[in-house]
């Protein structure tokens, strides 16, 4: 409310200076005419003005904004990856049923087009992974997750990550799979209805991990080529990956 009395006090300002102007104009040079054409080309003018102001300036304002706050996504996104997305992204593929399938899909290359990626991203978004508990190792897994929560925690802390729904969908995949793990002390002797339960959050969060890589890679073959070049080389989808350059 006292915003608002503010902006009321101050048009009522501005509006009293623009009247007493105008009359100090009118007793100096007592031309009425003259007033009233300017004033006329004033406010015939207000309407572009505000055009080329709030609407083309304000939206090329506003799109800086956005490009500056996904550049700083990104950086996280890839901080993420580095941290633990590649390790689980790696590891579990082995663990996958349809391995070949997914496989063959993100198999990126350095000669991916936007074209390749659109339907790569089609595929991972409707993406079922058939994760095969019996070749899951839980405690490695739970010992690693445990390892990155105070990282994890961190990134859920980041308010501004929280208006990218996609990957705050991912940090919450992970994060609830690594609360599910800490819950069970240990995983000899449990029921197989509990261990498919456990296969279901891991194959929602392998989902989750593969889509939001996927964009990641396509970020940086458009911003940064080199590291994109590392991706190439090093993703677990392809035969045998390698940083080492052949």
Same mark, same amino acid.
């Given at each position: 409310?006292?915003?608002?009395?503010?902006?009321?006090?101050?048009? =009522?300002?501005?509006?009293?200076?623009?009247?007493? *102007?105008?009359?100090? #104009?009118?007793?100096?040079?007592?031309?009425?005419?003259? @007033?009233?054409?300017?004033?006329?080309?004033?406010?015939?003018?207000?309407? *572009?003005?505000? *055009?080329?102001?709030?609407?083309?300036?304000?939206? @090329?304002?506003?799109?800086?904004?956005?490009?500056?706050?996904?550049?700083?996504?990104?950086?996280?996104?890839?901080?993420?990856?580095?941290?633990?997305?590649?390790?689980?992204?790696?590891?579990? @593929?082995?663990?996958?049923?349809?391995? $070949?399938?997914?496989?063959?899909?993100?198999? @990126?290359?350095?000669?991916?087009?936007?074209?390749?990626?659109? $339907?790569?991203?089609? /595929?991972?978004?409707?993406?079922?992974?058939?994760?095969?508990?019996?070749?899951?190792?839980?405690?490695?897994?739970?010992?690693?997750?445990?390892?990155?929560?105070? /990282?994890?925690?961190?990134?859920?802390?980041?308010?501004?990550?929280?208006?990218?729904?996609?990957?705050?969908?991912?940090?919450?995949?992970?994060?609830?799979?690594?609360?599910?793990?800490?819950?069970?002390?240990?995983?000899?002797?449990?029921?197989?209805?509990?261990? $498919?339960?456990?296969?279901?959050? =891991?194959?929602?969060?392998?989902? #989750?991990?593969?889509?939001?890589?996927?964009?990641?890679?396509? #970020?940086?073959?458009?911003?940064?080529?080199?590291?994109?070049? *590392?991706?190439?080389?090093? #993703?677990?989808?392809?035969?045998?990956?390698?940083? =080492?350059?052949?």
């Amino acid at each position: 409310m006292k915003r608002y009395s503010y902006l009321i006090s101050l048009a =009522i300002i501005f509006l009293v200076l623009s009247v007493v *102007l105008y009359f100090a #104009h009118y007793l100096i040079f007592r031309d009425a005419h003259h @007033i009233f054409i300017y004033m006329l080309g004033d406010l015939a003018f207000l309407p *572009l003005e505000v *055009l080329l102001v709030v609407v083309v300036i304000e939206r @090329i304002l506003a799109r800086q904004e956005r490009q500056a706050k996904l550049q700083k996504l990104n950086m996280v996104v890839g901080a993420f990856f580095s941290e633990l997305g590649n390790r689980l992204l790696s590891d579990l @593929i082995n663990d996958v049923d349809n391995r $070949k399938e997914i496989s063959q899909a993100l198999n @990126i290359t350095g000669n991916w087009t936007q074209e390749d990626f659109r $339907k790569a991203a089609e /595929f991972a978004c409707h993406l079922k992974v058939e994760v095969d508990y019996r070749k899951v190792e839980m405690e490695s897994l739970k010992v690693f997750l445990a390892g990155k929560r105070e /990282f994890l925690m961190g990134l859920l802390a980041n308010s501004g990550l929280l208006e990218n729904d996609k990957f705050t969908d991912t940090l919450w995949a992970v994060t609830h799979l690594d609360e599910e793990l800490e819950a069970r002390p240990s995983f000899i002797n449990l029921p197989e209805k509990d261990l $498919k339960h456990i296969a279901v959050d =891991i194959a929602r969060m392998y989902g #989750h991990l593969a889509s939001e890589w996927l964009e990641y890679a396509e #970020h940086l073959k458009s911003k940064y080529p080199y590291l994109f070049l *590392l991706i190439v080389r090093t #993703h677990p989808f392809q035969e045998h990956p390698s940083a =080492i350059v052949s």
